[in-house]
Antibody
């Protein structure tokens, strides 16, 4: 069974750093892109970027370039997204997903709250 | 970057009626690489359609995707109570980014 299991809820202060994770199982992790998608409270889906876990090649949406870093460790079938300086506007649910379009499996989501 | 515009923003219909949702791209979507997703409150999005018209595994045949170029449509032929949700389109042709449309909320009238 294909599964993407994400790390748990995070509560952070503005300016803090954060890394959230997404562990894939039940398939060949290096055979599919992993995308990250943001959903702000009450809003729509926003494609942040993607990573090829086989070689860690990444693409970013211009809206997220420079503000987040997407990475992966293929030895443990895990992808990450990290922030070096969180803002209140980063408060959102973050999903990892298998594929870059035609996304067929999604993680359960990681809720990130940034508040002073 | 291709921008996707979905219409209407909200669609109010009754069970048994037909729903027609539109997704218009600012540039032609190469290869008709256009997907549709359904998201219910508190749930993860679910892939319905890919390649503009191919239903994903387990998706009922009342969900019909069509279109090419810049104009795409998701038709739900006869609405069931469980179909009321938010629907998003996403293009994934050519180079990234692969944005989503802003969504159409399908609500019970």
């Amino acid at each position: 069974e294909v599964q993407l299991v994400q790390s748990g809820t995070e509560v952070k202060k503005p300016g803090e750093s954060l890394r959230i994770s997404c562990k894939g199982s039940g398939y060949s992790f290096t055979s599919y892109w992993i995308s990250w998608v943001r959903q702000m409270p009450g809003k729509g889906l926003e494609w942040m970027g993607r990573i090829d876990p086989s070689d860690s090649y990444t693409n970013y949406s211009p809206s997220f370039q420079g503000h987040v870093t997407i990475s992966a460790d293929k030895s443990i079938s895990t992808a990450y997204v990290q922030w070096s300086g969180l803002k209140a506007s980063d408060t959102a649910m973050y999903y990892c997903a298998r594929g870059s379009g035609r996304v067929d499996y999604w993680g359960q989501g990681t809720l990130v709250t940034v508040s002073s | 970057e291709i921008v996707l515009t979905q219409s209407p923003g909200t669609l109010s219909l009754s069970p048994g009626q037909r729903a027609i949702l539109s997704c218009r791209a600012s540039q032609s979507v190469s290869g008709s690489y256009l997907a549709w997703y359904q998201q219910k409150p508190g749930q993860v999005p679910r892939l319905l359609i890919y390649g503009a018209s191919t239903r994903a595994t387990g998706i009922p045949d009342r969900f019909i995707g069509s279109g090419s170029g810049t104009d795409f449509t998701l038709t739900i032929s006869r609405l069931e109570p469980e179909d009321f949700a938010v629907y998003y389109c996403q293009q994934y042709g050519s180079s990234p980014p692969y944005p989503f449309g802003q969504g159409t909320k399908l609500e019970i009238k």
